[in-house]
């Protein structure tokens, strides 16, 4: 009888721990793969990326206007000039003139909200003077506020960030861009940039802004 019990407690042993071993082969797997496929896939990007931080955007960004060759696209939120020397603003849009001379096609999306009248008033004089220049503006529609700083310069460097066109901005502020070489965001970017809508007849000021754009680079 005892000998029954044992052989009994040995054989269900066995079986046990074959169920173990079994059920860790057949079920563990199939997990591990639903989870793995229920994680989204990430594309890790393989481009040039670098973090302009405050003072860092300006002197990269004027440097890549410069070298432009075939276009520069981008949106404005705010631009402010002064007549003070080395004004790094004007400094931009003396770029941007001189681009647009040597047949660069530039072509930039202001905001026109009524948040701010002064800020507004200042986007209007400035871009106003810039198609005079030659350059391509579009203000986008009152009710739309284009709050996206971006530049895309012949379709492969990119610009976002927070620097608004601004000696506040590109001087004291703390602010935040990114570079990126990439021609796949340089599309996806001129793609975003072109769905702003874009005011038919935007109002015209009747002062114009003092010195807001130099006819070229001194």
């Known amino acids: 009888m005892r000998r029954k019990q044992w ?3 040995v054989l269900l042993f ?11 082969s057949f079920f563990q797997p199939q997990q591990v793969s639903q989870t793995k496929s229920a994680l989204p896939s990430v594309s890790v990007p393989q481009h040039n990326v670098v973090l302009l931080a405050n003072k860092d955007y300006y002197p990269v960004l004027k440097d890549h206007f410069r070298k432009a060759e075939k276009s ?19 400094d931009l849009l003396r770029e941007l003139v001189a681009a ?8 930039l999306v202001m ?10 008033d200042s986007n209007l004089r400035i871009g106003e003077q810039l198609q005079k220049a030659g350059i391509q503006i579009r203000f986008d529609t009152a009710d739309v506020a284009t709050h996206s700083k971006t530049f ?10 927070s620097h608004n066109l601004t000696h506040s901005a590109m ?22 940039i072109n769905q702003i809508p874009i005011s038919s007849d935007p109002p015209v000021i009747g002062r114009r802004a003092n010195r807001a754009v130099p006819e070229g680079p001194e």
């Not at 066995?14 to 860790?24: A, E």
């Not at 520069?72 to 004007?90: A, D, W």
């Not at 895309?152 to 960030?161: A, N, P, S, T, W």
């Open 7 to 9: 052989f009994f407690s």
């Open 14 to 24: 066995c079986v046990s721990l074959s169920f173990l071993v079994l059920s860790k």
């Open 72 to 90: 520069i696209v981008g949106t404005v939120y705010l631009v402010k000039t002064s007549g003070f020397r080395g004004n790094e603003p004007s």
């Open 100 to 107: 647009q001379k040597r047949n660069v096609h530039v072509d």
């Open 111 to 120: 905001d026109l909200s009524n948040e701010d009248k002064d800020s507004r």
């Open 152 to 161: 895309v310069i012949d379709g492969r460097y990119c610009f976002v960030g």
């Open 171 to 192: 001087a004291v502020n703390e602010e935040l861009s990114v570079y990126v070489d990439s021609p796949e965001m340089a599309q996806k970017i001129t793609q975003f």
